[in-house]
C-alpha cells in the first residue's frame, strides 16, 4: 500500500447534523451561520470519497410524536409544532448538496452525542477506524 493510502487507512469522516432544520434559515432548529459551512462541508466530503475514506452520516431523526425526543424539547412535537427533524419530514433531509452515497453509513441518534445508545463505537472499531475527521455545527453537543 503506498504511503498515502497509508495515511488514511484507519481515518473516517463524521458529517454530524447537516440537516434543514438545523442549516435553513426559519428551521426550527437553526444554527447562525450553519449555511455558510455547507460549501467546506461538500469539499471534504468531496475529498473523503477521493481517497477512500468511509462517509459517516449523523443525523437526528425523531419519532413525529416526540416520543424519543429530550424532555425539555418535547413541547416541540404537539399538535401544530414544527416537529424538528422528525423521521421523513423535509426538515430531516440533508441540506442540498449532501448525498448519502450506498457505500456511506448512516447513523441515526436521537440525543446530542452521536456515540449515546448508538452504534458507532462498535463501527469504528469493526471497521478499524481510529481516527475521525469531523464536519459538524456544535463542537460540543454534537459528537
Request: aromatic residues 8%; glycine residues 10%.
Amino acid at each position: 500500500m503506498a504511503d498515502a493510502e497509508m495515511k488514511w487507512k484507519n481515518t473516517a469522516l463524521l458529517v454530524i447534523d447537516m440537516q434543514k432544520d438545523f442549516i435553513l434559515p426559519g428551521g426550527p432548529m437553526h444554527v447562525g451561520g450553519g449555511a455558510d459551512i455547507v460549501p467546506n462541508v461538500i469539499k471534504a466530503v468531496k475529498v473523503a470519497r477521493s481517497r477512500g475514506i468511509p462517509i459517516i452520516w449523523v443525523v437526528r431523526e425523531h419519532d413525529p410524536l416526540g416520543r424519543d425526543v429530550e424532555l425539555f424539547r418535547r413541547h416541540l412535537y404537539g399538535d401544530d409544532k414544527p416537529k424538528p427533524t422528525s423521521k421523513g419530514s423535509v426538515g430531516a433531509e440533508l441540506v442540498d448538496g449532501l448525498v448519502i452515497k450506498d457505500d456511506d453509513y448512516k447513523l441515526v441518534k436521537t440525543r446530542f452525542s452521536a456515540f449515546f445508545n448508538t452504534h458507532l463505537h462498535s463501527y469504528l472499531q469493526g471497521a478499524g477506524i481510529n481516527k475521525c475527521s469531523n464536519s459538524k455545527l456544535y463542537s460540543t453537543n454534537c459528537v
